[in-house]
């Protein structure tokens, strides 16, 4: 008596073609990460601490979004799961921002 099974689908098999983005797209995504990383360090060096700060609010999510899109592959997935993670990325923000708040009133 035999069993039919079949292959399994590797990674990068047909079966998923809408998630192959090629090792240049890994590679100029990391590119930019290093680039930012390196303006952020820049920018905190120059001694102007609301600079340093202005330049933390802009670049950090700019790097976050990069890896929420390439690497955790967020940009092949469904409209759903995209706004699932907006909104928990909101609930975090608030939740920093008021933290903040009842810091700064005591």
Not at 9 to 14: H, N, V
Not at 39 to 49: C, M
Not at 69 to 78: C, Q, V
């Amino acid at each position: 008596m035999t069993i039919a099974t079949s292959p399994m689908p590797s990674p990068g098999d047909a079966a998923h073609p809408e998630h192959a983005a090629g090792y240049a797209t890994y590679v100029k995504v990391w590119i930019a990460l290093l680039l930012l990383t390196a303006a952020l360090v820049v920018v905190s060096s120059l001694g102007s601490p609301m600079l340093a700060v202005l330049g933390l609010l802009v670049i950090t999510p700019t790097k976050v979004s990069l890896v929420f899109l390439y690497f955790m592959h967020l940009r092949e997935e469904s409209t759903t799961l995209k706004y699932m993670v907006a909104i928990a990325m909101a609930v975090l923000i608030i939740f920093i921002f008021l933290t903040f708040a009842d810091y700064v009133f005591r």
